[in-house]
């Protein structure tokens, strides 16, 4: 026969279970309403929508889309790059007008970043072939230098600037004049500025 203490314990052993189930359920209910915030969804507990702090990259492609997506700027394949924490904007349009929208464009979708805004302004801009985009050609570069075995070794620093990439550095002599053929080779139309100072 069971006694009271022993039905205790039972019901204790079988109601453990159901408890860890519960407190299961409310933890994945939180961490749901942390991942639904994380997301920007509305979190049906609190009835708002937090929004997350996009990344530097997720921000740059925002606003580049945006750029493209305007009927008055798409023509131009602006550039927006994120450099420490800015938006800096780059490429040529026609008019200050045109200029002065894709910063505006570019305010709103990064909102709470400064937007430094380097494009300028050429009239004979938009017209002709879509331009080079000269942050890709920066990164074949880069990865160009560290392909090549006796280049990979002097830390060859490779920039956008103004349109022109701009190698960098400490190299000797026929090291230097490769690095520039390489770069030279890969840039096609776009300027490359040698810097590297002989050692």
Known sequence: MLTRLDLTRRLHVAALPLMLVACSSGREARSD????????????????????????????????????????????????????????????????????????????????????????????????????????????VEDALEADSVLRALDIDVDEEEGQLILEGKATTAQRAAAEALAKRLAGTVIVVNRIRIQ
Do not use: H, W
Not at 40 to 69: C, F, I, K, N, Y
Not at 84 to 89: N, S, T
């Open 33 to 140: 309403s942390v991942a639904a915030a994380a997301a920007g969804v509305p979190d049906s507990a609190a009835g708002t929508t937090m929004q997350p702090a996009a990344s530097a990259d997720a921000r740059d492609d925002v606003v580049e889309r945006a750029l493209d997506a305007d009927a008055g700027l798409q023509a131009f394949a602006l550039d927006a790059d994120d450099d420490d924490g800015r938006i800096v904007l780059k490429g040529r349009v026609r008019s200050a007008a045109q200029k002065d929208l894709a910063g505006q464009i570019a305010a709103r979708e990064a909102a709470g970043v400064t937007v430094d805004n380097r494009i300028r302004v050429d009239a004979a801009a938009g017209s002709g072939a879509r331009p080079v985009d000269v942050d890709d050609i920066e990164d074949q």
